[in-house]
């Protein structure tokens, strides 16, 4: 039960974080990856927040001996995987993440959003074998300095 | 000379990236939204609480601020299908890649991942320039 809860305060926080940066509006995701015209460079300021807190985060699960285990190859699935997500995201102004919150507000349009999601997920694990590879964590003794 | 202007967006930042780190230090897990989406579908049955739980959260988030803050959620703009097809699109990416904005973007970043750096690069750009030819054939969204 302890898990579940932190599980899902970790939701609720991100949901929060997500809806005051000004990612569940669409058209300011949009108005931040339209560098050729009229560029609103504030999402930049998301990252730079969420990165400086969880870089910290990280540094503490290293010295708890929390081993981190991905693929590491860059290669062209990663980047024609990129790519497609990028285009993806630029025709809606949704990534997962927003999407999901969005879905809880009742927005009708996202539920179709996550349905294709899920789609092109199943897609992909139905053709290809490998995927089931995702990030995992496997918690290990720190390794003797 | 950030100003003031910026500051919901650093302290909606900070607060993902905390969302992060209580993921990452209570469970050992990553907080990335498409690889805990995906894990849905092919993760053993032990597996799934955790994940239902953070996506609850992450929805009744969304609920709790279409009460307290509407403003702060808008509609993807274009038709169900325009819409339909971008889903596709970022679930197969997603899949393929191994992460979307969190994943990639905030979490790999911030443990100064090579593939991760590159996978934000490639989609950042490619989204850019859907964006930029959306704008162009036609004439902004459809």
Redesign the interface.
Known sequence: MR?????????????????????????KV?AF?????AWDP??A??????????????Q??TR?G?V?V?????DA?????????????????????P?????????E??W??????????????RFDLT?????R???APAPAK | MVGEQFLDEIAGGVLIGLAGAILLLGLSRVAGVSGILGGLVTSARGDLGWRVSFLAGLGVGGLVLALLAPAALAPASGSLAWVAASGLLVGVGTRLSNGCTSGHGVSGISRLSPRSLVATLVFMQTGALAVGAVHHWFGGGQ
């Open positions: 898990s579940y809860a932190i599980a899902f305060l970790s939701g609720l926080v991100f949901a929060a974080g997500l809806g005051l940066a000004g990612m569940t509006q669409p058209a949009l990856l339209d560098i050729g015209g504030s999402l300021f998301v990252m730079v927040g969420a990165i400086a807190v969880h870089a910290v985060a990280w503490i699960a708890r929390i981190i991905v693929p590491k190859a860059i699935r990663l980047v024609g995987g990129a790519a497609l997500f990028g285009v993806g995201w630029g025709l809606s102004g949704w990534c997962p993440g999407a999901v919150v969005a879905m809880g507000s009742g927005l349009s996202a179709v959003f996550a349905l294709a999601m899920f789609w092109g997920h199943a897609l992909v694990t995927s089931g590879e995702d990030i964590l496997i918690s």
